[in-house]
């Protein structure tokens, strides 16, 4: 079994800044891609920001230039750093890892955090 803690949200002014981690701990061979998803009050869960095990990353429109997504291979550990905060990006944002759970497994399981409440207001 795989465990994601989550740190690192709070209440925040628009233009501020907060930095998100997440740490995977538990039995699994390897980690694929990591990443961070985010759901707004009545919206649908949206995509925030990806990053292979190679380190090539992808974000969403809506958060490109403010957001940078980045891991620790060492410490399996996914940080999302978020800058020029605005009250659009208020969301529970939750942690996702993609990982392989034992050698020679068909394909890799996707794993969830319990999601962390980013409020960004004045």
Not at 33 to 40: D, L, N, P
Not at 65 to 73: K, P
């Amino acid at each position: 079994q795989v465990q994601l803690v989550e740190s690192g949200g709070g209440l925040v002014q628009p233009g501020g800044s907060l930095r998100l981690s997440c740490a995977a701990s538990g039995s699994m061979f390897s980690i694929d891609a990591m990443g961070w998803y985010r759901q707004a009050p009545g919206k649908q869960r949206e995509l925030v920001a990806t990053i292979t095990s190679g380190g090539s990353t992808n974000y969403a429109d809506s958060v490109k230039g403010r957001f940078t997504i980045s891991r620790d291979n060492a410490k399996n550990t996914v940080y999302l750093e978020m800058n020029s905060l605005k009250p659009e990006d208020t969301a529970v944002y939750y942690c996702n890892v993609r990982a392989w759970t034992y050698l020679g497994a068909p394909a890799p399981d996707d794993y969830w955090g319990q999601g962390t409440q980013v409020t960004v207001s004045s």
